[in-house]
């Protein structure tokens, strides 16, 4: 399987290529040349497989003849390592859990498959891959321990110094082996300037490998389709339609989702729920993309104006508005909503959602009555204690902190303090950096 960007259709390049440096020279998104069918046979028997037998099989589907099976299984494996549990709220209401990983968020299923093809990557040459990451919090964690031990890889965080919550930083700066913090005297927006001009130093660049596990890898898409599937192997003997509402940001993952609806996966439609940032649910209306500054929200790691993986999501459909629309249903709701969905879960079924998950709970309540005979499922992105300060406000009641969360609480803290200049930055990774 080749990949080709979505700004230029006719030039390819290989798996290695398109994982490595993530996005494509002419700033595109790279897409897989074609998008295998995967036969009615699997889908017969899909419910007596596991979540990695399920997540083996796409993925080979996909790109199975670029590495060799093992390779493929181990890179499977890694990424697997934690249930995604589909859970009954209501009648012919479902969450998928997303959040049972080690940083309690999707986003670990993406970070891992991508930590595992460039620590196979980086066999294929006699360099380490360093990963500069500039975070405001969520992103370092996954990515931190998504490369956790992975030979061949090393992790440098950029966070800026006091804006980031403790337990946040608790997540990348204790964890020690290939991951290292460097806690700047500045902003987000520095932290991201100091990465960004790494990238295009000359110099750095022929000395070392680096690359920036960016959001828009299509090695994190990938394992986001797989959660489909299994989702599906669970609930299929109710042969009812499936409705997937997905809570979105940047819109990898509802194009995970569709992705696997064109590997043949039987999904009736998709539901993109936003919040107050909704330029995808109005060009859904008006077939107008009109990008704008981000709002911010409650349900924070959606507050996206210029959703980045619009044009994949565009490209799966060829660009054609009338097919797109008639997949996905677009709608955003205020956190007035959301407080109130919040609550009424919680006191009506006894279950607690995340800012989130409760967007695309809502979507799904809202446009279930469109359908007949559907059985529908909101994806809950994160698990509430990420959020408690909100979640605790609205319900009244502490949230309980997952053990694994507690886990790194307890740890002590390592970061390395810099000021928000390049060039001290630039004289400091040689030190950091291990050949
Ligand atoms: C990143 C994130 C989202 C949005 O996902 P996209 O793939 O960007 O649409 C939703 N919820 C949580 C908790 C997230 O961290």
Redesign the pocket.
């Known amino acids: 399987m080749n990949f080709y960007s979505t700004n230029n259709h006719n030039k390819f390049v290989t798996l290695r290529e398109a994982v490595m440096h993530g996005l494509a020279s002419d700033r595109g998104l790279y897409m897989p040349e074609t998008i295998p069918k995967i036969p009615p046979s699997f889908f017969e028997s899909i419910d007596k497989l596991s979540f990695e037998e399920i997540s083996y099989y796409v993925a080979s589907q996909l790109i199975g003849k670029n590495l060799p099976h093992e390779e493929l299984f181990r890179i499977v494996s890694h990424t697997i390592q934690f249930d995604a549990p589909l859970v009954k709220i209501e009648d012919d209401i479902y969450a998928l859990e997303l959040f049972h990983g080690p940083t309690l968020?999707?986003?670990d299923f993406g970070a891992r498959f991508l930590s595992g093809l460039l620590g196979y990557f980086s066999q294929e040459q006699n360099q380490k891959i360093t990963i500069l990451v500039a975070t405001s919090g969520?992103t370092g964690s996954a990515v931190a321990n998504g490369f956790l031990g992975v030979d061949g890889t090393q992790v440098i965080v950029l966070y800026p110094s006091g804006k980031v919550s403790d337990i946040q930083e608790k997540q990348f700066t204790t964890l020690g082996k290939n991951i290292i913090a460097l806690e700047v005297d500045g902003s987000f927006d520095d932290c991201q300037r100091l990465v960004k001009q790494a990238f295009s130093d000359v110099e750095l660049n022929k000395k070392y490998f680096l690359t920036s596990a960016n959001?828009i890898n299509i090695a994190r898409l990938i394992p986001?389709s797989f959660y489909y599937f299994y989702a599906y192997s669970k609930i299929k003997q109710l042969k009812k339609d499936i409705i997937f509402s997905?809570?979105?940001?940047?819109?990898?993952?509802?194009?995970a989702g569709l992705l696997a609806k064109k590997m043949g996966l039987p999904i009736k439609k998709f539901i993109a729920a936003t919040n107050v940032n909704k330029v995808v649910p109005d060009y859904l209306k008006s077939k107008e993309f009109i990008p704008r500054p981000s709002i911010s929200t409650i349900?924070n790691?959606?507050d996206?104006g210029n959703?980045s993986?619009f044009p994949r999501m565009l490209n799966l459909y060829n660009d054609n508005f009338q097919a797109l629309s008639n997949d996905v249903i677009g709608d955003s709701f205020s956190d007035d909503d959301t407080m109130s969905a919040l609550k009424e879960v919680y006191s009506k079924y006894d279950y607690i959602m995340?800012p989130?998950g409760a967007i695309g709970y809502l979507a799904l309540k809202k446009h279930m009555v469109e359908f007949d005979n559907a059985v529908g499922i909101f994806l809950e992105?994160?698990h509430p204690a990420?959020f408690n300060e909100v979640v605790e406000k609205v319900l009244a009641r502490p949230i309980n902190i997952p053990e694994r969360l507690n886990e790194f609480i307890k740890r002590e803290k390592s970061a390395i303090k810099m000021s928000a200049d390049f060039n001290e930055f630039k004289s400091m990774l040689p030190t950091l950096i291990t050949q």
């Open positions: 968020a999707f986003k969520d959001s986001q997905v809570p979105s940001g940047n819109f990898g993952n509802i194009t349900s790691a959606m996206v959703p993986n995340d989130h992105t994160a990420k």
